[in-house]
């Protein structure tokens, strides 16, 4: 089945993300928000990656504006009617997301593909708030998405052969390779990725060491990109806790119990980069000041 025009529903950092990456790879796109200020912000981040791809020499001015051609803001979800698949990125609320996939299920035609973004909510329960179990997907994308190289494929347990192959090869046209998993908490990335960061809040909370000292050993030795308290005030702290418990009530199985100072922070509104503070306070000049426990 050929995937030409797209809806991503969202449009926030990670629905910007893949609209940007969808429209690159010659996709017709809407990017809807419930907000024209939400649309705008979304659009105006692919304009600022996009001008970074010029100024580095990656793309022509003509095909940034080829790019930009193709997407379309809205604040309606009407032109889902049109399209043959809608990704979502909304927020990780279950209730929101089954209203959602509920309404786009009304307003699709038979044939599109309904997809979810989610890191971590069951693809399988997602789907039953549509006739289409068998077309619902989950398309999870990591964060920076212009830049990620993955995106890890869920199949939820209706969902068919045809509808996998689709979005296999539509993720592949937008230059990512994929991993197919199967639908339990977690899938794959947040099943291994979420309980190592835990770790490393565990050894900040239970003071083995500070906070600069976890995210260097884990750097320098283990060469990631960034440090587990780094990547997780990436994520934002919400984020990370809200898959913990997924994970919690998912296996039952009290390794997944997350870190009580994670727990914490959420509840005093610390939440990462995006409210400038997390395990590092972020200062207006840039640079970051790692959090220390009275
Ligand atoms: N949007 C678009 N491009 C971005 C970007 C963003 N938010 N952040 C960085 N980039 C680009 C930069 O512009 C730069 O591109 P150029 O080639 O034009 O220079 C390139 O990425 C590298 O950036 P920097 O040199 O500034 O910094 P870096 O080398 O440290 O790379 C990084 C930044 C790619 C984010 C890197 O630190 C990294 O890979 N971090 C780990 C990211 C990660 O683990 N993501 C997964 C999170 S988990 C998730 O998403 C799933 C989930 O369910 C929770």
Known sequence: MAIVTVMVVGAGQMGA?????????????????????FVDKGLA????????????GRKTAAEVEAIQGRITGTLSLAPAAECDLVIEAIVENLAIKLALFREL???CPAHTILASNTSSLPITQLASATGRPERFIGMHFMNPVPVMKLVEIIRGIATSDE???????LAEQMGKTTAVVNDFPGFISNRVLM????????????????????????????NHPMGPLTLADFIGLDTCLSIMNVLYDGFKDPRYRPCPLLVQMVQAGYLGKKTGRGFYTYNPDGSATPMVRH
Do not use: H, S, W
């Open 163 to 169: 509808t996998y192959a689709a979005v296999n090869g």
């Open 17 to 37: 993300g893949i609209a940007q990456v969808a429209a690159q790879a010659g996709l017709k796109v809407y990017l809807r928000d419930v907000e024209q200020r």
């Open 105 to 107: 299920d009304g307003l």
């Open 195 to 222: 309980p190592m960061l835990n770790e490393a809040m565990f050894c900040f909370y239970e003071g083995i060491a500070g906070v600069a000292e976890i995210d260097t050993v884990m750097k320098l030795g283990m």
């Open 45 to 56: 981040g692919i304009a600022k990656n996009l001008g970074r791809d010029v100024e580095k």
